[in-house]
C-alpha cells in the first residue's frame, strides 16, 4: 500500500442527490471552493467521484453510476438541492453549474469488487 494509498478516504453515497450535497455544502463553506465532478469508468463501474481535501488527507466521495453520464454538466440548485444534468452551462442564478470531467486513467483505487459491492 502506497502513502498516496494509505492517507486516501473513500465514501460511497447510496444515491447521487446525498453526494451532490457535499458539494452544496463545501461551495458554501468561507472559502467558497466548488470541487469538480469527476467521472471514470473503474473496473467496468461507471463512477462519478469528488476530490477533496489537503495534503495528508484526501476525501474520494463517490456514487456508482447504472451508465456513462450523457451530458457535461450539472445544474445544482442552491436554494433545494435539486439537480439536473445539462449539456453547458444555464443562467439559473441560484444554481451552481459543475462540470462533469471525463477521466481516462487515475491513481485512485476505488475500494469495490468485481460486483460493484464494498
Same mark, same amino acid.
Not at 473496473?43 to 462519478?48: A, F, G, V, Y
Not at 451530458?71 to 453549474?97: C, Q, R
Given at each position: 500500500?502506497?502513502?498516496?494509498?494509505?492517507?486516501?478516504?473513500?465514501?460511497? !453515497?447510496?444515491?447521487?442527490?446525498?453526494?451532490?450535497?457535499?458539494?452544496? !455544502?463545501?461551495?458554501?463553506?468561507?472559502?467558497?471552493?466548488?470541487?469538480?465532478? !469527476?467521472?471514470?469508468?473503474?473496473?467496468?463501474?461507471? %463512477?462519478?467521484? %469528488?476530490?477533496?481535501?489537503?495534503?495528508?488527507?484526501?476525501?474520494?466521495?463517490?456514487?456508482?453510476?447504472?451508465?456513462?453520464?450523457?451530458?457535461?454538466?450539472?445544474?445544482?440548485?442552491?436554494?433545494?438541492?435539486?439537480?439536473?444534468?445539462?449539456?453547458?452551462?444555464?443562467?439559473?442564478?441560484?444554481? %451552481?453549474? %459543475?462540470?462533469?470531467?471525463?477521466?481516462?486513467?487515475?491513481?485512485?483505487?476505488?475500494?469495490?469488487?468485481?460486483?460493484?459491492?464494498?
Amino acid at each position: 500500500m502506497s502513502q498516496n494509498e494509505w492517507f486516501t478516504t473513500y465514501l460511497e !453515497y447510496e444515491n447521487l442527490k446525498d453526494m451532490l450535497n457535499v458539494m452544496l !455544502y463545501t461551495s458554501q463553506s468561507f472559502m467558497t471552493i466548488t470541487p469538480l465532478l !469527476y467521472y471514470i469508468t473503474y473496473r467496468d463501474k461507471e %463512477i462519478l467521484f %469528488i476530490h477533496t481535501g489537503m495534503v495528508g488527507a484526501i476525501v474520494a466521495h463517490y456514487h456508482i453510476l447504472n451508465e456513462k453520464p450523457n451530458k457535461k454538466f450539472v445544474e445544482l440548485d442552491k436554494m433545494t438541492g435539486e439537480f439536473n444534468f445539462l449539456n453547458g452551462v444555464g443562467t439559473n442564478p441560484h444554481s %451552481i453549474y %459543475i462540470p462533469i470531467v471525463r477521466l481516462i486513467k487515475s491513481t485512485l483505487r476505488f475500494p469495490i469488487d468485481a460486483l460493484g459491492t464494498v
